[in-house]
């Protein structure tokens, strides 16, 4: 039982434009989710978070969206660069629930840039 | 700074052999966890550790598979006996834990890909 998913397995996006990365969870005990990219053979890297208090976080080129009565997340890259070709993982977890550290991975979208 | 170090970065290995993956987490980090990346099921907590204590390991597959932690600078994943679908690459992560910090990510190593044969 998927709690986070990532419909879509892949993405090309043209290089200057808008990437847009989808993520939908289940679980509405969730309130902190993060965006993780990962190139190959190297471990993932966190990107980005955003704590169900708020609807929007912004670093650089990339921001997150938030819709929690529709429980789905979107990550924004603009303008997408060809660096950003990698495989992003979105995750959440129960930051309220203090002992549980616990975070649930979806199964990634892998993004390519074309230059 | 050195980041979370695992070991080996490969595995071959034949079936019903022992593994015994190695991971060192980043110095002051007081919680550690075992991830298992496959395909189909994208990245997996199998068991994690909060100040050397196992906290959660509801994600161990079965008893083929153990974890443990002797130290704050070191855990071990331990398959035995392996068996093919256990195939998969292995990841290990560690952050300050939340007691330490709220909202901390978590740090991965560059895994170990395993391959029974």
């Known amino acids: 039982d998927q709690q986070v998913k990532q419909n879509s397995p892949s993405l090309s996006v043209q290089e200057g434009r808008i990437s847009i990365l989808n993520c939908d969870y289940t679980?509405?005990?969730?309130?902190?989710f993060l965006w993780y990219k990962k190139y190959p053979a190297e471990g993932p890297t966190f990107l980005i978070s955003?704590?169900?208090?708020?609807d929007k976080n912004e670093d650089g080129r990339f921001t997150v969206f938030l819709n929690k009565s529709a429980k789905h997340l979107s990550l924004h890259i603009v303008p997408s660069q060809p660096g950003d070709s990698a495989v992003y993982f979105c995750?959440?977890?129960?930051?309220?629930?203090?002992?549980?550290?616990?975070?649930?991975f979806g199964t990634g979208t892998r993004l390519t840039i074309i230059p | 700074d050195a980041g979370v170090i695992q070991s080996p970065r490969h595995e071959v290995t034949e079936m019903g052999q022992e593994v015994t993956l190695r991971c060192k987490p980043i110095?002051?980090?007081?919680?550690l966890f075992w991830y298992r990346q496959t395909m189909m099921r994208g990245l997996e907590l199998l068991i994690y550790?909060?100040?050397?204590?196992?906290?959660?390991d509801s994600g161990m597959p079965e008893d083929r598979f153990s974890a443990k932690m002797p130290n704050a600078s070191f855990s071990t994943l331990k398959i035995q006996p392996s068996e093919p679908r256990d195939s998969a690459v292995y990841f290990c992560?560690?952050?300050?834990?939340?007691?330490?910090?709220?909202?901390?990510?978590?740090?991965f190593g560059d895994g170990t890909r395993l391959s029974i044969l």
């Open positions: 992560a560690s952050s300050l834990g939340r007691a330490t910090v709220s909202n901390q990510p978590q740090h």
């Open positions: 679980n509405s005990m969730f309130d902190y």
């Open positions: 955003i704590s169900s208090i708020k």
């Open positions: 995750a959440a977890s129960e930051e309220a629930n203090f002992g549980n550290e616990k975070l649930t």
């Open positions: 110095s002051g980090h007081n919680s």
């Open positions: 550790f909060n100040n050397n204590v196992p906290i959660d």
